[in-house]
């Protein structure tokens, strides 16, 4: 069994939730948690290495119905992926781009991330990514209820019945044992179901009068903050990976103007031009207004050269981008819900739009003044795997690496970038900051992404010096989840059970009742086996509310 | 290179109005999937009901399913792939060669008329059964009827899935996806799981003698597979869970009788649209689950010396 | 070399003799094992005898001659090299593995025997011969390269988008594959003269008759052509 | 030209004398073409056509000629051949020339196809790459043992041609001169010189049957613009106005050049054995050959290099 | 569940019979058996009617002669942990923790696991 008691001394924390940055610290754990001082237990020396809070992924796609819709599509991507040997007390698995259960356990721990946000989870589906969950080891996790598509809730915000809606979204959560609530694709997802999308944000939604995706996303924003939800709305804005769709973007943070939001994938949202051969990167633009947002968070969405497989909620996107790459798509929509498309992808350093795209990303998180406001993601798979965040790392902290990655880049792409012209490096407390504090804080986690006293013992252990490929993150000396020294060395090396985040927002009592009906005519389940039960969701925490 | 264009059963309740049953008899072998799911519900984009809808059945035999549809396609026997591929020629307006369209029991002008269809209708949906899917060139024919519902998202809404059979054979497609990476035939004799249809499939694997011990649950092989494979797993050390003594269960050294699943065993079942599903049993067994026992033997596994895989770094094996 | 999930040493299962060397010779029964000569570069192997499945998988260069059968997947994914079977192969011969985007993409296959399904699954380039001929799916989905069938069952090119398939005797054709013209393709005589030093004769002499030249899959729609021998008379 | 004071009378060959002088050739590029067909006569026929007009890179850019007859089993398709040289001073012109030339005359003659001859050759130019948007995206490739190959639909059927012909230094202009007593002789000499050096393989004689009446000198002595002009020196007509500054003796009454290109030295050094040695007949007064100084071109082929040790009977 | 005379009755039961799941099952069930399975199809019907909670088959056979429970688990431990290449196969009658537990045990047992899908 674990030890109750730990010490870490030695080490430089890194801690910019309480203003530590580099400082020598003893760190001391006991029962799970960071205390002011233990006595006795086990004591790592951490003398000549650094000490972060461990990592927290606010926008991943890890588990659900979509992702194991993908995993199905590239069975030749796991032929070629990291392996997980059975042993004794530690499960099999596979990396690559869509890691299996237990493997997505070992790989985000393994580089020192302890509490991931599955970004996308239908109601209808929600039964099944808990079930995935349960097999993700080590990690803590939480889910985001998709919303900005469901039928139930359009109705209502296209009849003005706000308060309805918030009921309805409040039930609706805790039917699915969700932590928050995501709008993807506001409206265009349910035009897909025939075929069509939404985009312009202030015209009609395609079989609908008066409800707009402008409404759709002020109206979810409203309830979410009406409810107290820890996170704000949790946005994929509309014309996601379009040439021009930066005006989209700029008038969705005109639309939230004066609350709460975090909009997810910046760099898919930031690009001019008009067409594919035009496409260049508006991040400056998109920055600039980010910037005089303070109500707002995001995350990059940056996109790593390599393989990868697309995977959203964005029908329409992904229809799209199947007929540009002519390989393997796969759709699945959700009845009254939602919908996905899953498209494996390449991204080239040769390909203009490419290059362009991995480019935006960077600049992004260049360029927003606020590191507590802009987080570190890929969009799991989406814009490249997770474990590859320690790449982006060093692009961050690196401005001379940056500009030799350049000059790989399709020589057109520099024109349409500003990546060349920005110097700024980031610091390990600006580190610190997108990988672990900002998120936490994003997601209300108040105690994660930082090593104060009560703070859960997540820490991440490195070694001081960077490796070969000069990347100080790919290896953790130590990861501690929990107390716990679950990871030394790279290698596994205790399989814990991870805790579920979830909210229990009230509902009128009545909400049932109002939605029985309705769902009796829309869905082919029955109204009672649609809530999930708490017993099914391993690890439940159910976090207060504002 | 193809797709798998899918939705939940709902959304064909509510929005399709053009349906196709290729290969299946749903009538008898899924009862309830014409009244509760495709043909006959209203639906909310659809609220005329089966009136609402046209049904195509398209089978080499006149099953009862086909008094339900509005058009019965008959072909002869394994001409489904022919007929499936001109259908994807034919909807992106490609000749074909009208003589050997013939060979297939519909003519051109049937086909022909089948896609403009397709075309005019709002949302298409497609199922189809084991008679496609078990038929020569198996699973060539499923993939063509999911890359021809694929393909027809370029003129309108378009979605395919397979009217899966037994019980929670969709929950071990999911939860081998998510646990191994891989939705069936998953070798995990090196540690990590390896999976290439056709070696690691039962049924070859059995044939070809490879397996020196098996354990079988939710099934009963020895009533269903080939005589081979039946008489390899008699001369094997085979281990069966099941609620009754059942054809495998005699051939077998070990049977251990297990609760019903859903009747009074509890847990979770996938619908063919990947729908997860609480199970409420109603009644007590005096048996244990299946569950329990795979645990209890696991166990005992875990008493015995442990087999610990080594990372291969040697090249050339026998698997 | 591995039984099952366990290792096991290769003298439990042969008499191993000899120097490190570039040259194999693998005598016996191995038609169980599996994966002789994977992701070989260059050398020679020559089994005595029967192989088991994945053999010459992966192969980049060398050569490897089998004198029995061979089981499935001769040939795999592999991107140069020889592979010559003097008697029988099973299905999959220089196919993708499942999810792969593309099969073999170069070197030489020939199979003086017959074959199973799906030969040349997604191939690229190269050369199959399979002089006994192959049951379903020839070529399925194949994107480059040449397959030379002494006979074919059904659906022969099915899916192609480009490649050539040559089969030496009539065999039935999809719908999808139209009708072209009777001609002596004189790209063959290539392909003759290489396949002539493997001991595998292609018809080239027009005095003897001609192909027929059919373009497909229209399902596709692809560019491959199925060329189809016509004795003259 | 300035031979006759370096002639040396000691060297004879057959009875013929061999002037102590050499023929001075360029380093040029070349490639082989080998063009095959149902018959041999569609081959030659094409061939015949590709080589036309390509005497001189003064003229014409290009140098060429038809090196030999290749037997069915030798090419590449089993069918007939001929194998075509051409030469150009680089290799980008050698490209340009032969997918004009290709295009318009193997191209359009039925039943060939146009192989690389040079499969060894380091350096590569794309012919069939080219001439490949003649197919207007009709066209397709196979690719054989890393060579690829282009199939052009035609109205006949298919044509077939290489992507990539190889190219290697070559050498051009290498040459011999029969001065003989009258146009009989030195044409009857030519003429078996012609078929003697034809049997070797890696050069062709560009010129039309293999033989130049026309040698020709830098420049001009009266017209400015003049590249070349007539080499007055070797003009039997002039022996009286030029007196001492001809090169000719007086029983020399015409004369004939044979121009050798070849791939290296060591063929032309064969051709012009075996043509020097053909050309010793009656009515042959010397055997000579042209250069200028040594300083324009860097190759040498001294005569005397080029004679049996011991003349033969 | 709600208990009516001595009957229970279920709502929302779900039938595994075929891939359709159907989840609007009403069961009436004496302590025994299923004595009626409203919204049934007719081979939902015979699913739930033929299947009792009687005692009708030995706890476990080893074989073929009666084991108890322990005996068989214990003797299907021995024989998979010897095994070179086991097979784990079915999980088609079966729920999805029970298919969560099999894949576990191939894994122990270094095993091949397999569902009727490879058919």
């Known amino acids: 069994m674990s030890p109750t008691t730990l010490r870490v001394t030695g080490g430089r924390v890194y801690d910019p939730a309480n203003g530590v940055d580099g400082a020598v610290r003893d760190i001391a754990i006991r029962d799970g948690k960071i205390v002011d001082s233990v006595d006795g237990g086990r004591t790592i020396d951490a003398s000549g290495m650094v000490i972060f809070p461990g990592g927290v992924d606010v926008h991943s796609h890890v588990a659900g119905a979509a992702l194991n819709f993908a995993r199905g599509l590239t069975p030749e991507n796991y032929r070629a992926a990291r392996r997980f040997l059975h042993a004794p007390g530690r499960r099999q698995g596979l990396g690559g781009i869509t890691p299996t259960t237990f493997a997505t356990g070992y790989l985000y721990a393994g580089m020192g991330w302890t509490t991931v946000n599955e970004a996308a989870m239908p109601v209808l589906t929600a039964r099944h990514t808990h079930e995935e969950l349960h097999e993700v080891p080590i990690i803590d996790k939480s889910t985001l209820v998709l919303m900005a598509n469901n039928e139930f809730v359009l109705d209502l915000l296209e009849a003005g019945e706000t308060e309805r809606a918030r009921h309805v979204v409040a039930w609706l959560i805790w039917a699915a044992k969700a932590y928050g609530v995501k709008a993807v694709n506001p409206g265009g997802v349910n035009a897909w179901k025939w075929g069509r999308n939404a985009r312009v944000l202030h015209e009609p939604v395609y079989g609908y009068e008066t409800l707009t995706p402008a409404t759709i996303i002020e109206g979810l924003a409203a309830i979410v903050d009406d409810l107290g939800l820890p996170h704000p709305v949790h946005l994929h804005c509309n014309n996601l990976g379009i040439p021009g769709n930066v005006e989209t973007t700029i008038e969705t943070m005109k639309i939230l103007e004066g609350r709460r939001a975090h909009l997810a994938h910046l760099q898919f949202h930031a690009y001019g031009g008009d067409d594919w051969g035009t496409m260049r990167s508006a991040a400056v633009e998109v920055a600039e207004a980010f910037n005089a947002n303070p109500n707002l968070t995001t995350d990059a969405g940056a996109v790593l050269f390599g393989d990868s497989v697309t995977l959203t909620a964005d029908g329409p996107w992904q229809h799209l981008l199947y007929q540009l790459t002519g390989r393997k798509w796969a759709n699945l929509d959700v009845e009254n819900e939602t919908g996905c498309g899953i498209v494996p992808y390449v991204y080239k350093d040769r390909s203009l739009v490419n290059a362009v795209q991995w480019a935006t990303g960077l600049e992004l998180m260049l360029l927003i003044d606020d590191p507590w406001r802009v987080h570190l993601t890929t969009d799991h798979p989406n814009g490249g795997c997770f474990w590859r965040y320690p790449e982006i790392i060093r692009l961050l902290m690196d401005a001379e ?28 407390s600006d580190i610190a900051v997108v990988t672990a504090a900002g998120p936490a804080r994003a997601l209300g986690l108040t105690e994660k992404g930082h090593l104060g ?48 985040f979830i909210v229990h927002p009230p509902s009128d009592e009545g909400t049932a009742e109002y939605l029985r009906p309705l769902f009796e005519k829309a869905y082919t389940m029955s109204f009672a086996n649609y809530p999930v039960e708490i017993e099914r969701v391993k690890g439940a925490d159910v976090r207060p509310l504002h | 290179m193809g797709g798998k264009v899918s939705c939940t059963l709902g959304e064909v309740t509510n929005r399709a109005d053009f349906i196709i049953f290729w290969g299946g008899n749903p009538a008898e072998c ?40 509005d058009i019965f396609l008959q072909l002869r026997p394994s001409k489904d792939f022919e007929v499936l591929t001109t259908l994807r020629a034919l909807i992106k307006d490609q000749r074909v060669d009208p003589a050997a369209v013939a060979e297939t029991g519909l003519t051109l002008e049937q086909l022909q008329d089948l896609v403009d269809r397709m075309k005019k209708a709002r949302f298409g949906a497609m199922f189809f059964g084991m008679g496609l899917s078990m038929t020569r060139g198996k699973h060539m024919n499923s993939g063509a009827l999911l890359n021809l519902a694929a393909e027809m998202n370029a003129f309108t809404k378009f979605v395919c899935m397979p009217m899966r059979g037994h019980g929670n054979v969709t929950g071990a497609d999911v939860v081998l996806r998510y646990t191994t990476g891989y939705p069936f035939g998953v070798n995990l ?10 070696e690691f499939s039962t049924v070859d694997l059995l044939v070809r003698g490879d397996n020196d011990a098996a354990f079988i649950l939710g099934a009963d092989p020895g009533a269903t597979m080939p005589q081979p494979a039946i008489e390899h797993l008699a001369s094997i050390p085979t281990i069966v869970l099941d609620p009754k003594v059942t054809h495998t269960s005699r051939l077998s050294r070990v049977h251990i009788t297990t609760a019903v699943t859903g009747v009074s065993a509890p847990g979770t079942a996938y619908r063919m649209d990947e729908i997860p599903l609480p199970l409420a049993p109603a009644l007590r067994s005096p048996y244990p689950t299946d569950e329990e026992v795979v645990r209890r033997i696991r166990r005992a596994v875990a008493r015995r010396p442990a087999w610990q895989p080594v990372d291969e770094n040697v090249r050339s094996a026998i698997a | 070399m591995w039984l099952g999930k366990n290792r096991r040493r290769l003298d439990e299962f042969f008499d191993v003799e000899g120097e490190k060397s570039e040259e194999l010779r693998i005598v016996g029964d191995a038609g169980r094992v599996k994966w002789i000569g994977r992701d070989m570069t260059r050398g020679r192997i020559a089994v005595e005898g029967h192989a088991g499945m994945h053999l010459g998988s992966r192969m980049a260069g060398g050569a490897i001659e089998v004198s029995g059968d061979v089981s499935d997947w001769l040939g795999a994914e592999m991107s140069g090299g020889a592979i010559h079977v003097r008697g029988n192969a099973g299905g999959q011969v220089g196919a993708a593995y499942r999810g792969s985007l593309a099969g073999m993409r170069d070197g030489t296959i020939v199979i003086d025997g017959r074959a199973g399904l799906e ?18 799916f020839a070529g399925l989905e194949m994107r480059g390269g040449t397959i030379v069938l002494g006979a074919a069952e059904l659906r022969t090119g099915a899916w192609m988008l480009r490649g050539t398939i040559v089969v030496l005797q009539s065999i039935p054709i999809l719908p999808t594959f139209a009708y072209a013209s009777t001609y002596s393709p004189t790209f063959l005589g290539l392909y003759a003269q290489r396949l002539k030093r493997l001991g595998v004769e292609i018809p080239v002499d027009e005095h003897a008759g001609a192909y027929r030249r059919y373009t497909g899959d229209a399902a596709i729609p692809g560019k491959g052509e199925l060329l189809v021998w016509e004795p003259r008379g | 030209m300035d031979t006759k004071e370096q002639a040396s009378p000691l060297i004879e060959h ?10 001075e050739a360029f380093g040029m590029r070349g490639a082989r073409v080998v063009i095959t067909a149902r018959s041999p006569e569609w081959a030659r026929t094409a061939a015949q056509s590709l080589t036309g007009f390509a005497t001189s890179v003064i003229g014409c850019k290009l140098e060429a000629g038809i090196e030999a007859d290749w037997p069915a089993r030798e090419t590449p398709d089993g069918r007939p051949g001929v194998s075509v040289l051409v030469f150009a001073f680089d290799a980008d012109g ?16 039925p039943t060939t196809a146009c192989f690389d001859g040079l499969p060894d050759a380091e350096d590569r130019v794309n012919v069939g790459g080219m001439l490949r948007h003649f197919g207007d995206r009709f066209q397709s490739s196979k690719f054989l043992d890393g060579k690829r190959y282009w199939r052009i639909p035609v109205m006949e059927g298919e044509f077939l041609i290489e992507e990539s012909f190889g190219v290697r230094k070559a050498i051009g202009g290498g040459n011999m001169l029969i001065l003989a007593r009258d146009a009989d002789a030195a044409l009857e000499a030519a003429e078996a010189a012609v078929r003697a050096m034809r049997g070797v393989r890696g050069i062709v004689l560009p010129f039309p049957g293999g033989v130049v009446r026309s040698g020709s000198k830098v420049g001009a002595r009266h017209y400015k613009k003049m590249i070349a002009s007539t080499n007055d020196a070797y003009c039997p007509t002039l022996k009286g106005r030029l007196g001492p500054e001809s090169a000719l003796s007086e029983e020399v009454n015409s004369v004939l050049e044979i121009v050798v290109d070849g791939l290296d030295r060591a063929a032309i050094e064969a051709a012009l054995r075996a043509g020097v040695d053909a050309a010793c007949r009656a009515g042959v007064v010397a055997i000579s050959a042209g250069n200028y100084g040594g300083k324009l071109g860097k190759h040498h082929f001294h005569l005397r290099e080029l004679v049996p040790a011991k003349p033969e009977a | 569940m709600s208990q009516t005379s001595n009957l229970t009755v279920v709502e929302n039961a779900t039938c595994t019979f075929c891939g359709c799941v159907c989840d609007d099952i009403e069961l009436h069930a004496d302590g025994e058996r299923i004595v009626q399975a409203k919204m049934a199809c007719s081979l939902g019907k015979s699913w739930f009617l033929n299947h009792t909670a009687e005692r009708l088959y030995p706890d476990a056979l080893i074989d073929g002669r009666e084991a108890t429970l322990d005996d068989a688990v214990e003797a299907a431990a021995e024989y998979l942990h010897a095994a070179n290449m086991p097979l784990v196969y079915g999980l088609s009658n079966t729920t999805c923790e029970a298919q969560r537990e099999a894949v576990a045990l191939a894994e122990s047992i270094g095993g091949v696991v397999d569902s009727h899908t490879s058919l």
């Not at chain 2, 005329?48 to 809808?53: P, T």
């Open chain 3, 119 to 136: 030969v040349g699954q997604r191939m690229k380039r190269g050369t199959i011969v399979v002089s006994g001929g192959v049951r379903d």
């Open chain 4, 94 to 109: 050698l490209a340009k020339r032969l997918i004009e030339r290709i295009g318009q005359t193997v191209l359009t003659c």
């Open chain 2, 30 to 69: 899924h009862p309830r999937h014409f009244t509760k799911y495709s043909l006959t519900p209203k639906g909310r984009f659809v609220p005329d009901g089966r009136k609402g809808r046209t049904a195509v059945l398209v089978d080499i035999r006149e099953t009862p399913s086909a008094k339900a549809a």
């Open chain 4, 14 to 23: 057959k009875g013929v004398r061999i002037e102590d002088t050499f023929a």
């Open chain 1, 453 to 500: 006293v009560g703070a859960d013992a997540d820490v991440t252990i490195y070694p001081g010096t960077p490796d070969g490929d000069g990347i100080l993150f790919s290896y953790p000396r130590y990861v501690l989840k929990g107390g716990e020294v679950v990871v030394e060395e790279g290698d596994v090396r205790a399989v814990t059970e991870g805790k579920e």
């Open chain 2, 189 to 198: 004799s090196r540690g990590y799981p390896r999976y290439n249809p056709g």
């Open chain 1, 401 to 428: 690496f940056r500009k030799e990655q350049l000059r790989q880049i399709a020589p057109k792409a520099r024109e349409r970038i500003v990546l060349g012209d920005l110097d700024r490096e980031y610091t390990l």
